[in-house]
Every structure is written in C-alpha cells, then in structure tokens.
C-alpha cells in the first residue's frame, strides 16, 4: 500500500505513504532513506531546515542504484525555509546542491512568515529579547507569487504550503494563479483539523499529514480507541493511525530510521466509515497541537487563536 497514488490538481500523482525526514538522528538519515526505497516507498519528504538533505540526497541515490528504478519513479518533496523568503530560489538551488537532485518533484513554503536573511542565525535569527527575528512587512502572498515563478525552471514539478490555516489560504487564493498542490500540517485523531481538511477538499488542495502519530509523549499510541482496531486487524497502533490518513483522502508521512518499522508502516488497512468515526472520538474532549515553533505568530489555527 505503500505507492496507492493520490491525484494533485497538477494532474501528477503523489504516493499516500511518504517517509519523514524531521529529527532523523544524524548519521541514520541515509540508510533509512536508502532502505525504505528499497522497501517499496516511492515518496520522500525533507526541507532545507531539517539539516540533512545531503544525506537524504545520498539515501536516494543509494536506493536508486539498488532498485534500478528511474528518478522519476521517486516524489521528492523539500521545502522553503523561512529565512530564504525573499531568496526563494536560491534555497531551492541549495536544496537540489545538496540532495544532488535536477528537480523536486514539490516544493512548499515551510511557514508562511519570513526571517531576517540577515540576522545573527542563518536559520533561526533572534532579536536581542530572544524572540524570533521576523520581516513581518513580508506576505507569505509575495512569497508565494516567488514560488509561482520556479514552475517556468522546471526546478521543481508543483508547488504549495504548509502549516496554513483556512485564514492564510483565504488571503492566499485571491491574489495567485497556481491554486497549491498540497498543504502539509500537524494532522491526527487528537488534531483532525476538519476546518482546513474540508476547505482543502473544496479547493483541489491535497492534504498531506505530518507528525501522524502525535509526537513524543503523544497518548495516541495507547488510546483505546485506536489499540481496538488495531487488535481488531492485527496491526500495530501507528498503522492505524497512518490509515486514518488515507482513509480521509490525504497522504502521510511516517518518519523512522528504523528498519522494522519502516517494513510495519507500510501495513496501511482500510477503515469504514463507523472506524473513522470511533477514531473521531479521542477529540471530543479537546484537541493537542504538538508541533507550534514559537515564531510569536498568530496562524489562524482556531485552536491556537
């Protein structure tokens, strides 16, 4: 189930199960990559702030030797770091240098605020009061309007975002010609985020799912209501909650450098609607965000507002 395809409003296909690359531990990257290749994935996310795009770069090609598949077999997805916002192509140069790469197959704006591309961090500037080192006359609407432009390179095959809220894509839409291809965000039982995931829907935006499982310390794993299917289909927990994904209509990515699980990830089954509906419980109660940088920014996420 690993290369189910999901169709982009490109036209282009994108496999549902992707691997994640965030906080793969130094030295492991490659291998993991390489391996999962190997295993049957064909779709791979990283981003320039990740930190490990060479090695990411150097799994891909090793998985490519192994396999004997072409390049264009493989999605590679990459992202625009937050500091590059008015140098928009110039971090897809550094991204494509280091993954070895001619072209991604989509890249997104990462966050849509930008950082001072001349502060005292190349990634994380900060002002003297510890906060983050913003240009907030910047709109994510010009970056956007950069990324447009990289389409006429052939550097990259689509374009979108992530972590954008209805609101952002509301002041987004109006002012650009490519509608995007896909909006990554924080997506799980605990956070199911049905105002974006709809909208979306509505707008021919794909959804793709990061942190799926929730995140260190996340209950899910253990949440009844996702150990009883899991019993129920002989799966593991995280299979469940990286079907829950797919049964919605999105992809997901499923991030470990471990081989076991990087095989048991792929155990993706399908779920009716009354499962997807048991699953909807674990939110009544109240949803959990696990991934918010502390940028000083609304996004527009009802549950951050």
């Not at 130094?26 to 290749?37: L, N, P």
């Not at 799994?59 to 493989?74: M, N, Q, V, W």
Request: aromatic letters at 8%; one cysteine or more.
């Amino acid at each position: 189930m690993v290369d189910v395809p999901l169709k982009l409003n490109t036209g282009a296909t994108i496999p549902a199960l992707g691997l994640g690359t965030w906080q793969s531990p130094e030295g492991q990257v490659r291998a993991a990559v390489a391996y999962a290749i190997k295993s049957g994935y064909r779709h791979i996310d990283c981003a320039y702030v990740y930190g490990n795009e060479k090695e990411v770069g150097e799994g891909i090609k090793e998985g490519l030797a192994a396999t004997g598949i072409p390049r264009s077999d493989l999605f590679i997805t990459t992202k625009l770091w937050c500091t590059y916002h008015t140098r928009v192509e110039q971090n897809l140069d550094i991204s494509l240098k280091l993954l070895g790469l001619d072209y991604v197959d989509l890249y997104l704006i990462h966050w849509p605020i930008a950082m001072n591309p001349n502060g005292n961090d190349e990634k994380f500037p900060k002002l003297p009061d510890g906060s983050r080192d913003l240009i907030r006359d910047r709109s994510h609407v010009d970056t956007y309007k950069d990324m447009e432009k990289l389409l006429k390179t052939g550097k990259t095959k689509a374009i979108g975002v992530a972590n954008y809220s209805k609101r952002f894509l509301e002041e987004l839409l109006p002012h650009v010609e490519v509608v995007p291809a896909t909006n990554q965000i924080e997506n799980h039982p605990l956070l199911p985020q049905q105002e974006i995931v709809d909208y979306c829907k509505e707008k021919g935006i794909l959804i793709t799912a990061y942190s799926p499982l929730g995140s260190t310390g996340s209950p899910l794993m253990k949440d009844p209501h996702v150990v009883k299917l899991a019993e129920e289909k002989g799966v593991t927990p995280g299979c469940i909650l990286l079907s829950y994904h797919i049964a919605r209509g999105s992809s997901v990515l499923a991030k470990s450098v471990t081989p076991s699980r990087i095989d048991e990830n792929k155990k993706i089954v399908s779920l009716s609607e009354s499962e997807l509906a048991s699953l909807a419980e674990i939110s009544k109660n109240g949803v959990t965000r696990f991934v918010y940088p502390a940028f000083g920014v609304d996004f527009g996420f009802p549950d951050k507002s």
